[in-house]
C-alpha cells in the first residue's frame, strides 16, 4: 500500500479537538488494511480537515465499496471521496447485457427484495436501479444484492420509497429507537418531523454514528425521506 501525508493540518473547529491529517490517514489506513478482503489492495489515502480521499485500484466494485465503510467507521471522519478505479481482469470482462441477467437473478433471490418492483438498467458496466418500495432497507438490500456481483463497476441506486402507511410518523419513536442504540445514545441528535420527512440535526463523532442515525429514522413507520443534517466533530 502507498501512504501520502498532506502537510495541512486542522487541529481545532467548531469548539471541537480535531485528529491533525496525518493521523487520520494513519487511522483510516489502518482500518482499510484491518479488512480481510482488502489486505493485497493497492489503495492510497489522504486526509484534509476530516474529508478522506481514496484512489488506486481494485478488481471489483466490492473491494470499493468495502474500502470506502472501513474509512466511514474511522472516529473523526466527516466525508469519503471514492476515487478508486476498478480493473478487471481481461477473462473476466461481461457484456452489459449478461450483467443485466446477473443483477435480475440477484434480485430475485433476495427475499428483502420485493418480486418484480425494482426496474434495472446497465450502461458501460454501471448498474442502474428504479422503481418504488416501500421500506428503505428494500432498498438498500436492492443495492447489496448487486454490489458484489461479477463485473459490476457501480451502482446508481434510484429507487424511490412511497410508504403504504398513511398515519403520522411518531417523532417519539424515532427519539426511542436512537436512545435503545448502544453506539449513538449518549449523542446530541434532534429529531423533527414533517409529514413523512424527517430531519436529523445534532452533532455525531464519526460517519459510522451518523449513518446509523440515519438508518434508525428510516426504520419509522410512514417515512418517506430522510434529511440527515447530522455533524461530524471529533472529541478526544
Known sequence: MYLYIPV?????????????NEDMQTDVQDAICWEPLLKSAE????????VITLTGTVDNYAKKSEAEDAAKNVNGVKEVVNEIEIQFDANEKMGDNEISYEVLNALKWNLQ??????????????VILEGELTWNYQKEAAKKSVS??????????NISILSET????????IEKALVRNWS??????HVSVADSRVTLNGIVH?????????????????VSEVNNELVIGFMD
Open 206 to 222: 464519526s460517519l459510522y454514528q451518523k449513518n446509523e442515525a440515519g438508518r434508525i429514522a428510516w426504520n419509522a413507520p410512514g
Open 8 to 20: 495541512e493540518i486542522h487541529s481545532r473547529g467548531n469548539g471541537f479537538i480535531m485528529k491533525k
Open 43 to 50: 489503495i492510497n489515502v489522504s486526509a484534509k480537515d476530516g
Open 166 to 173: 398513511k398515519d403520522q410518523v411518531e417523532q417519539k419513536g
Open 148 to 157: 458484489n456481483l461479477a463485473c459490476v463497476k457501480g451502482v446508481i441506486n
Open 184 to 189: 449513538i445514545k449518549d449523542q446530541d441528535i
Open 113 to 126: 427484495v420485493p418480486r418484480d418492483k425494482v426496474h434495472v438498467k446497465v450502461e458501460a458496466g454501471w
